[in-house]
C-alpha cells in the first residue's frame, strides 16, 4: 500500500522545494502529489512510494517494487504559469499517453504539460501515473511472452 508520507517522515528537501514554488503552482503541484501517491495506492503491484528528489525536482519512485518508471512534478522554468508531469524519455510512455489522450498538451516524449489556470484532467492523469507506476511491470511481462 502506498502512503502519502507523514509530515514527520517527509524529506526536508521536498518540502523546502514545494514551499518555494509561487502560490497558485505550489497548489496544482501539491494536487498532482496527492493525485501520484492515490494513484499508487489504488493500483495493485504498486507498494509504497518513495519522494525525493531528482534534478531538483519532486520525483516518485517504486524503489520496494521497481514495478515502475520514474515521474517527476516540476513547474516549468521558461513559462511562467505551466507545470508538468516528467516521464523517463526513453520509455515509451508519451507516446502511449499521446494515443490515449490526444487532447492533452506533451513536452516532446518526456512529459505532460499543464497550465494553472486549467482544471487538473484527473481521470487522464491517474491513467497516465497509473501506466509509469505499472511499466516495469508490464515491459517484463511482454519479454516473457516473446
Not at 528537501?13 to 495506492?41: C, H, Q, S, W
Not at 519532486?58 to 517527476?72: D, V, W
Request: aromatic fraction near 8%; charge should be positive.
Amino acid at each position: 500500500m502506498a502512503k502519502r508520507p507523514s509530515a514527520a517522515a517527509r524529506d526536508a528537501a521536498v518540502e523546502a522545494v514545494f514551499e518555494a514554488y509561487p502560490n497558485p503552482v505550489r497548489a496544482k503541484l501539491l494536487a498532482l502529489r496527492r493525485l501520484i501517491f492515490d494513484t499508487a495506492r489504488a493500483t495493485e503491484g504498486v507498494g509504497p512510494l518513495e519522494e525525493t528528489l531528482k534534478w531538483g525536482q519532486p520525483s516518485y519512485l517504486t524503489t520496494e517494487s521497481k514495478s515502475g518508471s520514474t515521474i517527476r512534478i516540476d513547474q516549468v522554468k521558461a513559462e511562467v504559469g505551466r507545470y508538468a508531469v516528467y516521464f523517463h524519455c526513453q520509455t515509451d510512455l508519451v507516446e502511449t499517453f499521446r494515443e490515449l489522450y490526444p487532447e492533452l498538451r506533451y513536452g516532446g516524449n518526456r512529459s505532460i504539460l499543464l497550465d494553472v489556470g486549467d482544471k487538473l484532467p484527473e481521470a487522464a492523469l491517474r491513467h497516465c501515473v497509473a501506466l509509469a507506476l505499472t511499466y516495469h511491470v508490464r515491459k517484463r511481462k511482454a519479454e516473457r511472452v516473446k
